[in-house]
């Protein structure tokens, strides 16, 4: 179907596999999901190794210092990254490579010189810093992790204008892989010869300057014209569309980092690591949404430019319920088999078990409303996503602060579960208002029941093999493997029984097509 063809569309009927943004979509979120799956494995052991390398204490700070410096990061990075993503795939269809090269340049000069201000300042106050989350034994690792800072913002902004020439290759291979497996080596490292927060941040900083040094790369191999031709800098422009999305971007980001900074004010350093650990292994369930998310954008603005709604509605719709189907299994296990999960890092943790059911609940929900956030943004929305997330912080940090005394560790949890929750339901309540889009539908049920199922027989089955998650890890993890890979089986045969939608097979060939494409070239 061509671009002016809307009077043969039927909304109702899935897009055409062989649509150019199906293509698009298919292969990025192809290859965005593959390199969140290594991503979120190679986290996963990074937590492990280091939950049963270093002190709860060390542990607990660790988590702190990394979701400090990741809150910094976007404040280095100003929103330039999602600028360049949005105005250089404009400026390449037009020919403009002068307002390209300005357009990277610029930015990648403000990022360079905010974030290395950001690192320099907490290097200078970092006691001050320490003593405001009534930990002094933080100011270490907090200087020896901010220097993440630079050199993250800066490979995210090169791999924001790699995505722009419409390829996701960059922001997998740079952030999702390389950085990720350096980060896990230099940790392990550093856990077993140190066994200290700050000997970690210091693996954690050097393993983005090579991410940095695989962007640099990247960038020179998709834009080999850049030498060629004199910039066109146009900081203005680039600094007024920035601010507004790097207040939301930071308002996005402080829903799933702010959590633990305030919890790192509230509780002592084991716990905050407990609760981080929960919040963590709960984040596995978004693993599908997050390489949707990574891809969607261009589609997105590009779909509603163009006037095609209809198409954009359909698109999302199908791809929320595969990334609903992917992730189901995994928060039924978590919810099911709690105390083996949060066992498998040590017995310490356990206490955590219910924190880990009650966020999986909230990352449930989040799933399911699809890429309502990355639509409000696309489209022109930036102040209707600021003003939730803004909301949806405030409200986190309220509810936090009022839960956590009380309940501990289990009401940060039930705090960040709620305000998820609302923040969600309210974007999807908007992008239904303002544009008619709605990426939730009815067969989405199909998955959730055999998910709900997953859970009863998961849970059925802990209690009848007499698991707490205080055994030794040996004799735990060939249980909660072999009752993980069971539970799969299960629910992949539930969802056969049910059948899926006929766009969701159609995206399923689309992405497996693409996905062949890729391992045999």
């Not at 992730?327 to 066992?343: E, K, T, Y």
Request: proline share 4%; net charge positive; with cysteine.
């Amino acid at each position: 179907m061509s671009d002016n063809d809307l009077s043969a569309y039927n909304p109702e009927a899935p897009p055409p596999a062989t649509s150019t943004d199906v293509q698009i979509l298919a292969r990025g979120a192809g290859l965005g999901l593959v390199g969140g799956i290594v991503r979120q494995a190679l986290a996963a052991l990074v937590m492990f190794a280091l939950a049963r390398l270093l002190t709860g204490d060390q542990f607990g700070l660790v988590q702190l210092g990394i979701s400090c410096t990741v809150l910094l990061a976007v404040v280095g990075k100003a929103g330039v990254d999602l600028v360049v993503t949005r105005l250089a795939s404009i400026y390449l269809i037009n020919g403009e490579h002068e307002k390209v090269k300005g357009l990277i340049y610029g930015s990648l000069l403000w990022t360079a010189g905010l974030s290395t201000a950001l690192a320099i300042a907490v290097t200078v106050w970092g006691p001050t810093l320490a003593d405001f989350f009534n930990k002094d034994e933080f100011a270490a690792p907090l200087v020896a992790f901010v220097w993440w800072v630079p050199l993250a913002g800066l490979t995210i902004v090169i791999t924001a204008a790699v995505l722009a020439r419409g390829s996701a290759r960059a922001r997998v291979v740079a952030r999702d892989l390389t950085v990720p497996a350096v980060f896990l080596v230099l940790a392990i490292v550093a856990g077993a010869w140190h066994k200290s927060a700050a000997a970690v941040g210091v693996a954690y900083s050097v393993s983005a300057l090579v991410g940095l040094g695989l962007g640099v790369y990247y960038l020179r191999r998709f834009y080999p014209q850049l030498g060629a031709v004199k910039a066109h800098y146009q900081n203005g422009l680039l600094l007024a569309a920035a601010w507004p999305l790097m207040l939301t971007d930071l308002a996005g980001t402080s829903l799933g980092q702010a959590d633990v900074v305030t919890v790192g004010r509230m509780l002592a350093a084991h716990e905050v690591g407990i609760y981080a650990a929960a919040a963590r292994l709960a984040a596995m369930g978004t693993l599908a949404l997050l390489a949707l998310n990574q891809i969607t954008g261009p589609v997105i603005s590009r779909l509603h430019h163009q006037g095609r709604v209809p198409e954009l509605n359909t698109l999302l719709k199908s791809f929320t319920r595969l990334c609903l189907a992917f992730s189901v299994p995994v928060l039924a296990l978590l919810i099911g088999m709690p105390g083996p999960m949060m066992g498998l890092l040590g017995h310490r943790f356990v206490e955590g078990q219910e924190a880990l059911q009650i966020v999986c609940l909230g990352v449930l929900l989040n799933v399911a409303t699809g890429s309502v956030g990355v639509v409000l943004m696309m489209t022109g929305r930036q102040w209707l996503a600021f003003a939730t997330n803004v909301g949806s912080v405030g409200l986190l940090v309220g509810m936090i602060w009022w839960l956590t005394p009380i309940y501990g560790v289990t009401g940060a949890a039930m705090g960040l579960s709620l305000s998820t929750a609302i923040a969600n339901l309210v974007r999807l309540a908007l992008v239904r208002g303002v544009l008619g889009v709605n990426p939730m539908s009815l067969p989405m049920a199909k998955s959730l029941a055999a998910g709900a199922v997953l859970v009863v027989l998961s849970d059925w089955a802990v209690r009848a093999l007499g698991l707490t998650g205080h055994e030794g890890f040996w004799f735990l993890f060939p249980w909660v493997l072999l009752l993980s890979v069971l539970g799969g089986l299960l629910y992949l045969g539930l969802l056969l029984l049910m059948r899926l939608e006929s766009s969701d097979r159609a995206a399923i060939k689309t992405l497996a097509d693409r996905l062949r494409q890729k391992s045999s070239g």
